[in-house]
């Protein structure tokens, strides 16, 4: 327990400086062992889907039992940014199947942090509905500890298995983290019983990373991540997954000045995405579709303190230099029977350099007041290399060229007092995006949720929001209460619209459309949440949500969550502490029948969990879906039903 403590301490003190850049908004914890910190109910165990899901604005995006899409206050990917310690990453499917937190595993890391809207953290760019920065698990220096860690877990829906071990080290010289993880799982049985086919994956993960102290003021690190994931089926989706491999590895000198620290880090990384249709029975068209997405950077970070100690006035200032170059390449090779095979360039190995520069500024007035403050301006160069790629597209834009330039930007700012019981804040922010690979260079990439193919317009303009939002909490004797709301007004927002000359060339498909921008487009989220402890050993917690998404006609935008809800009980008695959960939605009544989207229906699940903690061992088990309810959600894509009733149980040791 005192190494717990210990560790978190240490890994406290090392992120210091760098989470008064980030003004988290939001963190979950992924490997710390503690109460009243957010993390999933399965702990360590648990996918890193599932940590996500416990953040505030975040839904996921289901295709699958497997790589769930992040979507923060109703934005997808294309409107977040997610960096793995600061490093940028893109996936390389064209149809979205493999969200870059799909390429970490939950024992790689410390916690993941949301910024929620234009603030992101100073590596963000094109974030508009918010940024996720996934932090690893570092020990540190100076601990002066080893650790061994070793958990297993299983689900019995599904046949989930998870085993993971992981060790460390932290001396006054050198740090080290290293582990091994493996997951797999089988068919799952929906609501009443019945497997639902292709929902089974595999993945394997290893990981290392380390720190050297060459002097007291000059660190160097490093970090290697390897992560596999095979035989991964998307029962929402008409192909699988044979092979997502991502390869992550970063170098970083950090210097200490006497009154500011600064790190340099270069990284390079690599994913591997191969679709597979040959499972599939019925296949009128067999189709090879890889796809390949390498990016290297570099960022430098200087952060300082500047206060004035009679006043109490402080600012922790921070600015970021980045540079990133990455490289998408995807193609699709048709074998239609007897006849010779077709070939298409889907993504027309674009390469993009950008690079930004950052300023954010807290300031802490006194007590009860802060102003926070940050910028950041982005310059993007692109090029299409692939000479096929490019003429197919060129065909239906006569006057597109294979080069493009793209400046975006966001300034956010935001005021915070608290005064006795309360706290209350209000921020506004500008920012823009612009349009991603697909949007821009997509060629005939069939979209199963609307049942279109879709063409990317190289002519888009950059997309951008205002944003406007607040936050009161108030709390008496026992009782928290608070609210949280945020409005996104969008110019220029990026959609398929349809282009009834073309053709698709999908079997199946209805038809083609094409990324355009709508004049406008307004997006709002607003939730209440409540915290009560009612006796020593009980608590309650609650929350309810309502988001609303149109477009210029006023008309819903698709994917914007219903109502939801969620409550929780917890009761702890000596080392085991229990919960309740009900979770649910209503009906879909803001769908968007426009954009190919079809209503679903209310539902509601109860979940219990258990966990019991003796010093180094914790033993949790759990029932999900308790009444084995059939359901989907609105973010199941294609409306394929969840997981029904669910045991699971796994243990983790500290050795
Ligand atoms: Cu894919």
Known sequence: MLETVLLSTVLLSDTTAADKVRNLDEVVIVSETGRGKKRSVKGRVASIDEHIGELGNVN???????????????????????TIDGMKIFYACTDKMDPVTSYVESGNLQSISLNSGLDGNPQATGNIGGS????????????DTHQVNVSAGHEWNGHLQVYGADAAFSGKRVYLNTGVFYREAGNYKVGGGELL???????????????????????????????????????????????????????????????????????YNHIIHIMDD???????????????SWTTGLYSLLTTSLGDYDSGLQHDVALNYDFYYNRLFADMTMYPGGAAPMYMVTWPDVGTLNTGLAFTDNVTVNDNHSLRFSAKVAWQDQRLNNEEGFSGQKVFFPLMTDHYYQTTGRVAASYQISILNSQFSIGGGWGSRAPSVTEAYGYYLNNTFDQYDYMGNPHLKNESAFELNSKFQFSIFNFQF?????????????????????????????GVKVYGNLDHAAIANVSLTADWQITENLGWNGKLSYSHGSDDEGDPLPLISPVAWRTRFQYSYHRLLTELEVRGNARQNNFAGKYGETETSAWNIVNLSAVYQLSALSIRAGIENLFDKKYSSYSDWNNIPQKGRNVYLNVSIEL
């Open 278 to 292: 040959t499972t599939r029975p019925d296949v009128e068209i067999h189709m090879d579709m890889p796809g390949d």
């Open 132 to 143: 996720l920065d996934l932090k690893l698990r570092k020990i540190g220096f100076d601990a």
């Open 60 to 82: 996921l995006i289901r295709r699958g039992s497997y790589a769930w899409e992040p979507v923060v206050n109703n934005m997808q990917t294309e409107r977040l940014s997610t």
């Open 197 to 267: 086919n292709y929902s089974q994956f595999s993945k394997a993960n290893a990981f290392a990373n380390a720190g050297l102290r060459l002097t007291e003021k000059d660190v160097w690190e490093t970090v290697l991540i390897f992560d596999r994931a095979t035989n991964v089926g998307y029962p929402a989706l008409n192909m699988d997954v044979s092979k997502a491999q991502g390869f992550i590895t970063s170098l970083s000198y950090k210097h200490q000045f006497s009154n500011a620290g600064w790190e340099t880090k270069a990284y």
């Open 482 to 510: 608070g609210i949280d709301a945020n409005a996104f007004l969008f110019k220029d927002y990026i959609i398929g619209h349809l282009d009834s000359r073309l053709s698709a060339m999908t079997v199946g498909a209805e």
